[in-house]
């Protein structure tokens, strides 16, 4: 072998590789543009993917919430069908209810028109019955006025029995008074002709005693057997029999009679013929033997 021949061989050989390398680059570099391309591709059928599936779900959520819509849709017009047959219905009652009145409008005018004569009748039985009514008003009020006569006529006979018998109370309590007054002149005679004393004495006694002006009060009561305790006795110049006026304030109560006569106290009967009705006796009332 000749050395062109190898020289030539060697030549061969390095150009060989070296197309072998350049064509190795070559498809490294297209190998790595294809991966590139691959994986944007890839990138972006990924993100198509996920708004494909964010899109189908919206669809999704759409649907069901059309679905929902039509049958809230269908619900309000199936309530509308029925409500329109009921106000069909009630047109119907309606237009019988006119119908029915219209009726009853003629009639009542067809017995209006006849009553037109029976109205001027009734007019006259007003005006009579007016005129009547007006006679029984006027005859009310003359019975008004009687009533009233008799009710002051009443009230004046009232008025007139009350003082009666308050004259008579009065009466009565100085019939009781005065005979109190007996019975203690009668007490005290007894005792001047026990003791021989002469009446002209007693007498004497008897009105200065009587003329003493004599104030106290009301100690207890007993309203059980309608007896007084007061706080006078001998000693104020009290006597068996006398009478005292029971007050309270400028209130007039009763009068009683000394029935049994201590040193510093007495008793004394009320004399219920004198009572004031609602007015009863009550410890701290005062008395007093004088006007």
């Known amino acids: 072998m000749s050395v062109f ?12 590789l070296g197309l072998t390398g350049v064509a190795g680059s070559l498809f490294a570099q297209r190998a790595n543009h294809h991966y590139s391309n691959y994986k944007a591709a890839h990138e972006v059928w990924r993100k198509t993917l996920a708004d494909l599936t964010s899109e189908k779900k919206r669809g999704t959520e759409r649907l069901l919430a059309l679905k929902s819509s039509t049958d809230e849709e269908e619900q309000r017009a199936s309530a ?5 047959g009921e106000l069909l219905g009630k047109k119907a009652d309606l237009s019988k209810n006119i119908a029915s009145k219209s009726s009853a409008i003629a009639e009542y005018r067809t017995q209006l028109q006849k009553g037109e004569k029976t109205n001027n009748d009734l007019n006259d039985d007003v005006k009579s019955l007016t005129g009547q009514r007006n006679t029984a008003e ?13 009710y002051n006529n009443l009230r004046e006979t009232e008025d007139d029995v009350s003082s009666a018998e308050q004259a008579i109370t009065n009466i009565k309590a100085s019939q009781l008074v005065h005979m109190a007054d007996i019975k203690t002149l009668e007490g005290l005679l007894e005792q001047a002709r026990r003791k021989d004393v002469p009446v002209e004495k007693i007498a004497a006694d008897y009105k200065k005693q009587m003329a003493l002006k004599l104030d106290g009060q009301v100690d207890r009561v007993d309203l059980g057997v309608f007896l007084l305790f007061l706080d006078l006795g001998k000693g104020d110049g009290v006597l068996e029999g006398m009478t005292f006026t029971v007050y309270r304030g400028d209130k007039y109560i009763c009068k009683v009679q000394v029935k049994t006569v201590n040193e510093d106290d007495a008793s004394a009967w009320v004399l219920v013929e004198t009572m004031v009705q609602g007015r009863q006796p009550q410890q701290g009332d005062k008395v007093k033997n004088h006007d």
Do not use: G, P, Q
């Not at 021949?5 to 060989?16: D, E, G, P, Q, Y």
């Not at 509308?80 to 329109?84: F, L």
């Open 80 to 84: 509308a069908v029925k409500r329109y």
């Open 5 to 16: 021949t190898k020289i030539f061989i060697v030549i061969n050989l390095a150009l060989t």
């Open 138 to 150: 006027n005859t009310k009020n003359d019975a008004v006025a009687f009533r009233n006569r008799a």
